[in-house]
């Protein structure tokens, strides 16, 4: 039986490490590329059947450098930081793996709402400092409960259904935003705008799709309620920055946590990371060991595919 070279693209810690090694066999080797080493990246898909794809976008120049490629594989949900008409044009599977990283998402996601609402990263960085009893009484008047809130979420797959009960649980309002209202979901379904306009706290929880890209513009921030909070684990292109950036200093929003960003890694300048009302993260609200121990074992099933001819799971193309 042939052995197949695949590329896992991604920084691999120690524990990561260990699980690759765990996952390779006498079909299948594992060769991990930190995504800034570029020149060890097309080095090894000069002889690559398979890429474990994370972040760094698979661009039609990586493709290229590949010419035994044969699956693209997606640690993750979104697809579009794959060149997925390069893909196409040379016959390569590309699958992505819904649901592996979704409990992560909605446990980070739940932090974030938490921590802008709290102002926990303002009190960390002023306690750390010694300053943590001096701090202007006047930020105790911009801090609060997700009880009595309303929550909206926008989108409503995996990760939604796993944070919506919880936020239940603690006493908060839910309603949700999706292409239908869902038979099954007790939650209160509304248009986006009505949504917008009715939730004290936003969470997005979809793809970013040529309709999605800019979803939330400055005509979306004007009509949000003055004090509400926005929370980011899906995709940083569905929030214009800039009004965002404006939002946030000059209202309604109160504050925001934001795990993404229209550009990745976030650029040092980037106006958003000088206010003290937003909560950061670097797009690791789906790294976990859990996560990762999930998904390496849907990307070695997909590549055993290749071998045996078997059904992809979660193909895109």
Avoid at 256 to 269: F, Q
Avoid at 280 to 304: C, D, G, K, Y
Wanted: hydrophobic share 50%.
């Amino acid at each position: 039986m042939s052995k197949l070279n695949a590329i896992f693209h991604y920084s691999a810690s120690p524990g990561i490490a260990e699980r690759l090694r765990a996952a390779e066999n006498d079909w299948l080797g594992i060769d991990a590329c930190a995504e800034a080493d570029d020149s060890r990246l097309f080095e090894l898909l000069a002889e690559a059947e398979v890429l474990w794809h994370v972040l760094k976008p698979a661009t039609a120049e990586v493709i290229a450098a590949a010419p035994k490629l044969r699956l693209i594989q997606k640690i993750g949900v979104g697809v579009n930081t794959i060149d997925l008409d390069a893909a196409k044009a040379r016959g390569i599977v590309v699958c992505n793996m819904p649901g592996t990283n979704s409990q992560a998402v909605a446990e980070a996601t739940l932090l974030l709402m938490l921590a802008a609402l709290r102002r926990a990263a303002q009190f960390h960085d002023a306690t750390r400092q010694g300053a943590g009893w001096e701090m202007e009484a006047g930020i105790f008047d911009r801090v609060g409960e997700l009880a009595g809130r309303t929550v909206g979420l926008v989108g409503y797959g995996a990760v939604a259904s796993r944070l919506a009960p919880v936020l239940r649980a603690l006493g908060a309002r839910v309603l949700y935003t999706a292409t239908a209202a869902k038979a099954e979901v007790a939650d209160e379904w509304r248009e986006l705008d009505d949504l917008l306009a009715e939730s004290d706290v936003i969470s997005l929880h979809l793809p970013q799709t040529d309709e999605t890209t800019g979803l939330l513009d400055a005509a979306a921030f004007a009509r949000m309620k003055p004090g509400a909070v926005l929370v980011n684990t899906a995709r940083g292109g569905l929030v214009d920055e800039a009004a965002l950036h404006d939002a946030l200093r000059d209202g309604p929003l109160l504050a925001a946590g934001l795990d993404v960003y229209t550009e990745e890694p976030v650029a040092p300048d980037n106006p958003l990371l000088a206010l003290e009302n937003v909560v950061l993260m670097p797009h690791v609200a789906w790294l976990t060991p859990e996560t990762f121990q999930r998904s390496i074992a849907v990307a070695v099933a997909n590549s055993r595919c290749l071998l045996d001819g078997g059904e992809f799971q979660h193909r895109v193309i």
